[in-house]
């Protein structure tokens, strides 16, 4: 009996002698990302592939390249910039803009097709890319974890973030391959499309601003993006509904943006216009037929975001 009172006694101090760590710390400066960054891009190479058999993706160099570029810009000013972010655009003629986990932001056709300029492409972009930076889509993780813990788990989701991240790149059956290697994968996710609360969206919209007046884009885009999609036609509002699903346009979010912009002195401000750019790129990659036909192998093109190839 006195045996396994000690022994007891022992089990109780080793325990509380496990050092635990927080899983926000990153692995290194090297590698700048910690074990809920791996979390979040393994959940996210899990619902790009839900994505890949729902729509149908561009595969056109020069619009990708254009998209990522601007989105890129963003990133790199953002709160999350170490994360992999990934910019697709899709075959849909609905106007839609969203994001999962880990950086995967998707535009569609018809969202391309409703902004006017590339500062107001430049503005959806930027909310885009706030809900990711805001950690929107980063899972709870409950309490702490040890060194072991937290050592097995993150050999184990590296392992599994870069087969995601190869099969996204690669494409075709080693893409298949590789993505298959992630745990999980074969199960269909009941929804990857979260509807955001006002207040997600207000924080959002903040942050969007910040982001579009240091990348000099005119901030006031978003506003009038809000005003457009608050205004459409009742008929017409199948072509939205998916948006207005997940970033409903509360007269709340508008009123927020408009009193910040009220505070800023736009009098000397000259904010980048590359309205040719946009018109060309827009006019001329739209109305390629060059999409992906077989979603379920199809790998879009993927823009890693590189702050130090951002212009």
Do not use: W
């Amino acid at each position: 009996m006195a045996r396994l009172f000690f022994l007891s006694i022992a089990v109780i101090v080793l325990a509380g002698c496990v050092t635990r760590i927080d899983p926000t710390r990153p692995i290194s400066k090297d590698l700048p990302l910690s074990y809920i960054d791996l979390v979040e891009i393994k959940k996210g190479a899990e619902e790009h592939k839900e994505v890949l058999k729902t729509y149908k993706f561009y595969n056109q160099t020069e619009l990708d390249m254009y998209i990522a570029t601007i989105g890129n810009r963003l990133v790199a000013i953002s709160e999350r910039p170490h994360l992999p972010y990934k910019f697709f655009v899709l075959a849909d003629d609905r106007v839609d803009i969203f994001s999962v986990a880990g950086g995967y932001v998707y535009i569609t056709r018809g969202m391309l097709e409703f902004v006017n300029s590339e500062a107001e492409l430049a503005a959806v972009l930027a909310h885009e890319v706030a809900h990711v930076a805001s950690g929107a889509h980063t899972p709870e993780i409950e309490g702490k974890l040890s060194k072991k813990q937290i050592f097995f788990k993150t050999v184990k989701l590296g392992a599994a973030a870069a087969a995601g991240a190869a099969g996204s790149i690669v494409g075709g059956p080693a893409g298949t391959v590789a993505e298959g290697a992630v745990g999980g994968m074969s199960d269909a996710l009941p929804s990857i499309r979260k509807q955001f609360q006002k207040s997600e969206e207000i924080e959002a919209d903040r942050k969007a601003l910040t982001y579009l007046a240091k990348t000099n884009y005119d901030p006031r885009e978003l506003a009038r993006f809000l005003d457009k999609v608050s205004t459409i036609k009742i008929s017409d509002v199948l072509t939205y509904i998916n948006f207005l699903n997940s970033h409903p346009p509360y007269e709340e979010r508008r009123e927020e943006v408009k009193e910040i912009l009220d505070d800023i002195n736009f009098k000397n401000k000259n904010f980048e216009v590359r309205e040719e750019r946009f018109a060309s790129i827009r006019t001329v990659t739209l109305h390629f037929d060059n999409i992906h036909t077989n979603t379920t192998e199809a790998i879009a093109q993927v823009i890693v975001a590189d702050p130090k190839s951002v212009s």
